[in-house]
Nanobody
Framework: QVQLVESGGGLVQPGGSLRLSCAASGTIFSRSIMGWYRQPPGKQREVVAQIVSGGHTVYVDSVKGRFTISRDNSKNTMYLQMNSLKAEDTAVYYC?????????????WGQGTQVTVSS
């Protein structure tokens, strides 16, 4: 059984920073595409950033230059460093792990962590 546990969310003022972490149990981490998604209030869940085992990353345009995704395969942990936060970054942030395959056989989600950007 794979578990993904997010931490690091909270309340921050506009322009501030937060660092999210996602700790994964099990043995799939190094074989997974890891990603951060978010769901703003009243909106659908959207991808924020993804990272493959070798380190290649992709970001949604709205966070490029402000957010940095990283992973430590030795610790089965993924991170999201969020800088210059804006009110529109307010959302529940979810960690995702899926098989690095054209037809993934696994796709796991964390429970989510709330990020609120407000003065």
């Amino acid at each position: 059984q794979v578990q993904l546990v997010e931490s690091g969310g909270g309340l921050v003022q506009p322009g501030g920073s937060l660092r999210l972490s996602c700790a994964a149990s099990g043995t799939i981490f190094s074989r997974s595409i890891m990603g951060w998604y978010r769901q703003p209030p009243g909106k659908q869940r959207e991808v924020v950033a993804q990272i493959v085992s070798g380190g290649h990353t992709v970001y949604v345009d709205s966070v490029k230059g402000r957010f940095t995704i990283s992973r430590d395969n030795s610790k089965n942990t993924m991170y999201l460093q969020m800088n210059s936060l804006k009110a529109e970054d307010t959302a529940v942030y979810y960690c995702n792990a899926k098989e690095n395959s054209l037809d993934p056989t696994w796709n796991y989600w964390g429970q989510g962590t709330q990020v609120t950007v407000s003065s």
